[in-house]
C-alpha cells in the first residue's frame, strides 16, 4: 500500500486559513486521496476526497499537484472546533476498501 | 449522523479473559470494518466484513476473530485478552468498497490488566 507523509503538528489562528499537506509519491493510477478528522475522543469522519482534480465541498478545498504525489488540505476559515488530527489516506479501488491511516497531523487552533 | 453504536463504550477484563465487542449499525450498509488505535498511531484494521458470515483480515488480525451472522451487527472477540490488546476499538461502515465514505462509530475503550 502507498505511504502518505504529514507534519506531526501544526498550528493557526482562529479565523484564518489553514493549508494541510501530504505527501504521497508512491501514489499510483488508481488511488484515492482521502481526508478524516479525528476530534479528540471521537471516531474518525470523512472530510474530502479527491482523485486528480480540486476539490471542494462544505468542510473544506482539497487541492491535488499535477503530478499527484502532494496534496493539500485547505480549510477556509479555521475555528477551534476544526482542532483534530487530520489524517490523508490513499485508498486503492479495490473490493476491500479498507482505509490505511498513517499518524496524522494534529492541528491546533488558537483563539 | 450514521446510525452506529458500539458496546460496551469502556471496559477493563483481566488477561487470560475472553472478551466480546458489539458493533450495531441501522443503515443496511454491507460493509463493515473493526479498527483499533493506540497512542502515537492512527487507525490499524484488524478485521473486515463485507457481508452476512462474510469476514476477512486486516493488518493487525492476531489474537481477535469476528462475525456476523445478520447486516446490522459485526462482532469482535478476543479469546484470551492480553495487555497488548489494550485500545480503543472503532467500528466503522460502508455502503460498498468504492463508497468514498466510511462512517465510524464512536469507540470501545478496552483495558486489558
Known amino acids: 500500500d502507498a505511504k502518505t507523509t504529514q507534519p506531526n503538528s501544526m498550528e493557526s489562528n482562529e479565523e484564518e486559513p489553514v493549508h494541510l499537506p501530504c505527501n504521497h509519491s508512491?501514489?499510483?493510477?488508481?488511488?484515492?486521496i482521502h481526508w478524516y478528522r479525528q476530534l479528540p475522543s471521537q471516531g474518525p469522519e470523512y472530510v474530502i476526497h479527491g482523485l486528480t482534480s480540486n476539490v471542494n465541498n462544505r468542510m473544506a478545498s482539497l487541492a491535488i499537484a499535477e503530478d499527484r504525489k502532494s496534496s493539500t488540505l485547505i480549510l477556509h476559515r479555521a475555528t477551534l472546533r476544526d482542532a483534530a488530527v487530520y489524517y490523508c489516506?490513499?485508498?486503492?479501488?479495490?473490493?476491500?476498501?479498507?482505509?490505511?491511516f498513517g499518524q496524522g497531523t494534529t492541528l491546533q487552533v488558537k483563539p | 449522523d450514521a446510525g452506529i453504536t458500539q458496546s460496551p463504550r469502556h471496559k477493563v477484563t483481566e488477561t487470560g479473559t475472553p472478551v466480546t465487542l458489539r458493533c450495531h449499525q441501522t443503515e443496511n450498509h454491507r460493509y463493515m470494518y473493526w479498527y483499533r488505535q493506540d497512542p502515537g498511531h492512527g487507525l490499524r484494521l484488524i478485521h473486515y466484513?463485507?457481508?452476512?458470515?462474510?469476514?476477512d483480515k486486516g493488518e493487525v488480525s492476531d489474537g481477535y476473530s469476528v462475525s456476523r451472522s445478520k447486516t446490522e451487527d459485526f462482532l469482535l472477540t478476543l479469546e484470551s485478552a492480553t495487555s497488548s490488546q489494550t485500545s480503543v476499538y472503532f467500528c466503522?461502515?460502508?455502503?460498498?468498497?468504492?463508497?468514498?465514505?466510511?462512517?465510524f462509530g464512536p469507540g470501545t475503550r478496552l483495558t486489558v490488566t
Open positions: 466503522a461502515i460502508s455502503e460498498s468498497p468504492s463508497s468514498y465514505e466510511q462512517y
Open positions: 508512491t501514489i499510483s493510477g488508481t488511488d484515492y
Open positions: 489516506i490513499l485508498r486503492r479501488s479495490s473490493n476491500t476498501g479498507k482505509l490505511i
Open positions: 466484513s463485507y457481508g452476512v458470515k462474510d469476514t
